[in-house]
């Protein structure tokens, strides 16, 4: 079963769903549909028996389309594309390039569905996801989407790599609440699997996300970084908040450790962020995005070191 590429050659990681597990997600929606349908139906039927044939032809059309059609439309919608039976079979619709869907998303497959899976009782539905590589139906072709497996076994994945080490609490002071989730996800899956890409595809993807991390937080790095090194050394900051934070969590009775000290982050406050001895930079304030490009024997000697500065060329932040 394949795994999910997208157009850069990234692999997600998302397996998409065959047709049994899709087959028995749509099953649980369709009876919970029909169960809602066919409850208003009677309520709606009771409360208009003193109506005329016509008038209650037309609340039927209207039930019809508002609960078996816009009912699946607003749930995928509303839950980012897992509805009850996908929710109980572990599967969820993404966009194909891994995204949560939107509602222009879940209008075309709802529409669809109401064609190949209501009026055939499903028979073209199936044979369009028999014959799709990834388990498409037609509605799925023409939003866009795909069906993915939220429950996968564990696998080992690859583990990010480390920042050079004079790029290393560098970014202690940068904003970064502006970064969305879906950035921060593209530039680890980069990050883990770029050595697994075209050295071409791979230092243009690194400038891309590279500078769309630069026009979130308003940073300016330095000119010779390579782009791989600039997102290692953001991702290695965010990491380190995000450790600081938990322990305080479990913690919350240890204090900061003073400034003379061993040079540790404190629990709380700002962290210390210190260069190591010898490091380009290293007498300046930690924090600081503007500090002195590091020359080449530096730079070789972090590449020696397991850095990642020498996967992808340097880039050039937006004017």
Do not use: N
């Not at 930690?286 to 020696?304: I, K, L, M, N, Q």
């Amino acid at each position: 079963m394949s795994e999910l590429v997208t157009g850069d050659a990234v692999v997600l990681g998302l397996r998409p769903a065959r047709l049994p597990s899709r087959a028995l997600a749509t099953a649980i929606d369709l009876a919970v549909v029909f169960f809602v349908f066919i409850l208003i139906s009677v309520v709606v039927g009771i409360a208009s028996v003193t109506l005329d044939e016509a008038a209650v032809a037309a609340i039927t059309v209207a039930l019809f389309l508002l609960v078996l059609i816009g009912g699946p439309i607003a749930v995928e919608t509303l839950s980012h594309g897992r509805s009850l039976g996908k929710l109980a079979c572990g599967l969820r619709v993404v966009r194909d390039d891994g995204g949560p869907i939107r509602f222009r998303h879940a209008l075309v497959r709802g529409a669809m569905g109401a064609v190949e899976i209501l009026m055939t009782f499903g028979a073209v539905a199936c044979i369009a996801s028999l014959v799709s590589a990834r388990g498409r139906r037609l509605g799925d072709v023409f939003a866009g989407t795909l069906v993915v497996r939220e429950r996968v076994a564990a696998r080992g994945s690859a583990a990010l790599p480390a920042p050079p080490p004079w790029l290393v609490g560098r970014f202690s002071q940068l904003d970064l609440s502006a970064v969305p989730d879906e950035l921060w996800l593209a530039v680890r899956q980069y990050l883990t699997r770029m050595h697994q890409l075209d050295p071409g595809v791979g230092g243009s993807i690194a400038g891309r996300l590279a500078d769309e991390l630069v026009a979130r937080t308003g940073i300016v790095p330095p000119q010779g970084i390579p782009a791989a090194a600039f997102l290692a050394a953001v991702v290695h900051e965010r990491q380190a908040r995000d450790a600081r934070r938990a322990f305080a969590r479990v913690s919350p009775v240890v204090g900061p450790v003073a400034a003379g000290g061993s040079g540790a982050p404190a629990v709380s406050g700002a962290p210390l962020a210190t260069a190591p001895p010898g490091a380009p930079g290293a007498s300046g304030a930690s924090g600081s995005s503007a500090f002195p490009v590091p020359g080449d024997g530096a730079r070789r000697e972090a590449e020696g070191s397991g850095g990642v500065g020498g996967s992808s060329g340097g880039f050039a932040p937006p004017g």
